[in-house]
């Protein structure tokens, strides 16, 4: 018989939740983050798997290669199995997770000076890819900005038509002294002046 590869894998299902999708992959960012391996999403476009939907569906990145899937269970997959409620998915290849802690854990140095972490609500069009967000927040002042984890996706009362409303966990620190407040805040600043110059974002209060 063929050689099957073992996942660590997990799923959520909770009445009334709309983004499964963003509570699986924050279940995922943690164990990658808890391993120290480093990794990054990517929207899996083409060919994905039947049972998944295709609209929710995201490739786990490390070193270069596939080594996981973040995704919801396709609609028709989900009502064919009598099931009443969104189903967030994760896996992980673990074979590949192993190694990857086993490469990484030789060394990472503890950080010399404390993090300011900062929530940051933005409104964007409803196609907007939150990757994308993402992508930018890290290349604004790359020294400082350390980390982003977006934790609330909302679309509803009090968001206009047309917008969705991402919010962002943003880790500020330096490797070269004790970051103060403001200078936290004066990074956040052009984060925003950014991300509306390409995305139209606007801060959501």
Same mark, same amino acid.
């Given at each position: 018989?063929?050689?099957?590869?073992?996942s660590?894998?997990?799923?959520?299902l909770?009445?009334?939740?709309?983004?499964?999708?963003?509570?699986v992959?924050?279940?995922?960012?943690?164990?990658?983050?808890?391993?120290?391996?480093c990794?990054?999403?990517?929207?899996?476009?083409?060919?994905?798997?039947?049972?998944?939907n295709?609209?929710?569906?995201?490739?786990?990145?490390?070193?270069g290669?596939m080594?996981?899937?973040?995704?919801? *269970? #396709?609609?028709?997959v989900?009502q064919?199995a009598?099931? %009443?409620?969104?189903?967030?998915?994760?896996g992980? !290849?673990? &074979?590949?997770?192993?190694?990857l802690?086993?490469d990484?854990?030789?060394y990472?140095?503890?950080?010399k000076?404390?993090?300011?972490?900062?929530?940051?609500?933005?409104?964007?069009?409803?196609k907007t890819?939150w990757?994308?967000?993402?992508k930018n927040?890290?290349e604004?002042?790359s020294?400082?900005?350390?980390?982003?984890?977006?934790?609330?996706v909302?679309?509803g009362?009090?968001?206009?038509s047309?917008?969705?409303? *991402? #919010?962002?966990?943003?880790?500020?620190?330096?490797?070269e %002294?004790t970051?103060?407040l403001?200078?936290?805040? !004066?990074? &956040?600043g052009?984060?925003i002046?950014?991300?509306?110059?390409?995305f139209?974002?606007?801060?959501?209060?």
């Amino acid at each position: 018989m063929p050689r099957q590869n073992e996942s660590l894998a997990g799923m959520i299902l909770e009445k009334n939740d709309n983004e499964p999708f963003y509570e699986v992959k924050n279940v995922a960012e943690e164990i990658l983050n808890n391993l120290n391996i480093c990794y990054k999403f990517e929207a899996w476009e083409k060919d994905v798997p039947r049972w998944a939907n295709a609209a929710r569906t995201a490739k786990i990145i490390s070193d270069g290669k596939m080594i996981g899937i973040v995704t919801e *269970l #396709a609609p028709g997959v989900q009502q064919g199995a009598g099931v %009443r409620h969104r189903v967030g998915i994760f896996g992980i !290849n673990f &074979e590949e997770l192993v190694k990857l802690y086993k490469d990484g854990a030789a060394y990472r140095p503890i950080p010399k000076y404390p993090a300011i972490e900062l929530d940051l609500a933005v409104l964007v069009p409803r196609k907007t890819v939150w990757e994308d967000i993402i992508k930018n927040i890290l290349e604004t002042e790359s020294g400082v900005v350390q980390g982003v984890k977006l934790f609330d996706v909302y679309e509803g009362k009090g968001v206009e038509s047309g917008k969705k409303s *991402l #919010a962002f966990r943003v880790i500020y620190r330096s490797d070269e %002294r004790t970051l103060k407040l403001e200078e936290a805040k !004066n990074v &956040e600043g052009k984060i925003i002046q950014r991300l509306a110059q390409k995305f139209g974002a606007k801060l959501r209060t």
